[in-house]
């Protein structure tokens, strides 16, 4: 257990590592898409940058609402980040790591526990704009949840377990990106709802909103957040690859692809302009549910005519 224990403290750390240079990445990538330098003052082409930022955010002062719910508004940003770290655990590393055949359910799991932090971080602020930032992002991700779980369902009937392990196993011969394009593009659109990235940024984006859920934030409680935030966009981008790409962390080709989905998280940012809130539950409820029940239906159709044919 206890060996579980180092190795789970030593993934979390480079989790961190990741974090802060997908920040770097996604501002040099900004930079070049609005033809402009990103960060490339401090240290070697600004590689240290997101160690400064971080330097600079947490010794900052922390301002605290004096009408504020001071315990749930103090731990909520602390829950997110360990939740967004707490779902590494489903990684299915083969090096002595915690690793269990219900994977996917225990993602599911944080998955819907993430709204909670949401939901208490704008409503512990005790600002109306938070408040309202909180409840739409709060009904932006369970939207889509659903799509989510339901993808997740349809290859959980497809392989017969409910470990991320049979996912890439079962894709060593063709990836199951081929088969399910539609699916994969429906997962990597859900994945930018759910990280409340661009073009699905609301909670932050809109003008009566001014700033979110963490609109009265700063120093430290906004560092937490941010540093939640990109360590889901991590996470998602290593579970498309694993899901759809059929690689596994023991392969290097499984690090690159993961950068390269990060990449396009961070190219959506940089071209696509931002949707309406109505358009957005729409897609949701309208579009994107309609086609992962039919694959879903689809998928079991399939596996009942090999069952047969096995018979």
């Known amino acids: 257990m206890a060996v579980e224990m180092v190795n789970y403290l030593i993934l979390i750390i480079c989790v961190l590592i990741g974090v802060a240079f997908v920040t770097l990445l996604e501002r040099k990538i900004l ?103 909180s409840l739409r992002a709060v009904a932006q991700t369970i939207s889509y949840e659903v799509s989510l779980a339901l993808i997740l369902l349809s290859f959980i009937v497809l392989i017969g377990g409910y470990s991320l392990e049979l996912l890439y196993k079962y ?34 984006g809109e003008s009566e909103l001014v700033s979110g859920f963490n609109t009265e934030y700063s120093s430290g409680g906004f560092a937490l957040i941010f540093m939640a935030e990109y360590a889901s966009i991590l996470f998602m981008s290593v579970l498309f690859v694993i899901i759809f790409l059929g690689s596994g962390p023991c392969n290097f080709f499984f690090y690159l692809k993961s950068v390269m989905i990060a990449y396009v998280f961070v190219w959506v940012r940089g071209t696509l302009p931002r949707l309406r809130y109505d358009k957005l539950m729409y897609l949701a409820w309208k579009s994107f549910l309609p086609v992962s029940i039919n694959y879903l239906f689809f998928f079991i159709g399939l596996k009942l005519i090999c069952f047969i044919q096995f018979l």
């Open 31 to 133: 930079g070049y898409i609005q033809i402009r330098k990103g960060p490339n003052k401090v240290g070697f082409m600004g590689m240290l940058q997101p160690f400064s930022d971080a330097i600079k955010l947490f010794s900052k002062e922390q301002t605290i609402p004096i009408f504020s719910n001071f315990l749930c508004y103090y731990i909520s940003p602390v829950f997110s980040l360990f939740l967004s770290l707490l779902v590494w655990m489903v990684m299915p590393y083969e090096l002595g790591l915690i690793s269990f055949n219900m994977s996917v359910l225990f993602f599911l799991c944080c998955l819907s526990m993430g709204v909670y932090s949401t939901m208490v971080a704008g409503w512990a602020s005790n600002c109306k704009y938070s408040l309202l930032g």
């Open 171 to 204: 894709q060593s011969g063709s990836y199951f990106f081929f088969i399910s394009i539609p699916l994969a593009l429906i997962w990597f659109a859900s994945s930018l709802a759910e990280t409340n990235r661009t073009p699905f940024d609301f909670a932050e």
